[in-house]
């Protein structure tokens, strides 16, 4: 079974622009995480999609955004980029229960796209 | 105060220790835990997952939760250079289960 895949891998922008980052998720899975992950505030969760619909949401600017795909592809959106965006941006799928966690819930991550914003 | 604490290191051992990374954790809550594994350059691959309190073993891996004391451990025995890794814990909110909050992550150097 193929993994999490994400593009692109490598991304330079300078302030001010915006920048889509793709995820594949594995196939059978329909919920799709994404976490921002710097040296200094670690792994983040900015928001999970699940049938096309944003399930939950962490404590990000309303310049992240996200949507996912009938085919449980989903794309994270940062507009208006800011120097302190640079990150590892990494997706994570899982089958997904919902509710309560289960096994099912057990999250597979990509390899992430690193993003730098100069 | 973070929900989840841990020592980000970096932790060095020579090959063969017994490898101990710990958290603490703050809502009373929680009740799954989790340890990943990231090599650097590449995502977070799970290790391994408990319940509530108790242990759990897997190969040269051990998990292990106090809720008491809202503190969980990871032991390695037998370290391997293999095992240089960042290791995180995490755990799944009250938000819902795809929610993950995780540590600051364990860097961890095995020295042959």
């Known amino acids: 079974k193929a993994g999490v895949t994400q593009t692109p891998r490598y991304l330079i922008k300078t302030r001010g622009q915006q920048v889509t980052l793709s995820c594949s998720p594995i196939?059978?899975?329909?919920?799709v995480s994404w976490y921002q992950q710097t040296p200094g505030q670690g792994l983040q969760f900015l928001f999970e999609?699940?049938?096309?619909?944003?399930?939950n949401k962490g404590n990000f600017p309303g310049r992240f955004s996200g949507r996912q795909f009938s085919n449980s592809r989903s794309e994270m959106n940062v507009s208006t980029l800011e120097l302190g965006d640079s990150a590892l941006y990494l997706c994570?799928?899982?089958?997904?229960?919902?509710?309560?966690?289960?096994?099912?819930?057990?999250?597979?991550f990509g390899p992430g796209t690193r993003l730098t914003v100069l | 105060q973070k929900e989840v604490e841990q020592d980000p290191g970096p932790l060095s051992v020579p090959e063969g220790a017994i490898v101990s990374l710990n958290c603490t954790y703050s809502?009373?809550?929680?009740?799954?835990f989790m340890w990943y594994r990231q090599y650097s350059r590449k995502g977070p691959e799970l290790l391994m997952y408990?319940?509530?309190?108790g242990n759990k073993e897997d190969g040269r891996f051990t998990a292990q939760v106090d809720k008491s004391s809202k503190y969980i451990s990871l032991f390695i025995r037998d370290s391997q250079p293999s095992d240089s890794a960042t290791y995180l814990c995490?755990?799944?909110?009250?938000?819902?289960?795809?929610?993950?909050?995780f540590g600051q992550g364990t860097r961890l150097t095995i020295n042959p």
């Open positions: 994570a799928s899982s089958f997904s229960s919902g509710g309560i966690w289960t096994g099912t819930d057990t999250q597979y």
């Open positions: 196939s059978g899975h329909r919920s």
């Open positions: 999609y699940f049938s096309e619909t944003q399930r």
């Open positions: 809502n009373s809550a929680f009740q799954y």
């Open positions: 408990t319940y509530s309190s």
């Open positions: 995490a755990t799944p909110t009250s938000q819902g289960a795809q929610k993950l909050v």
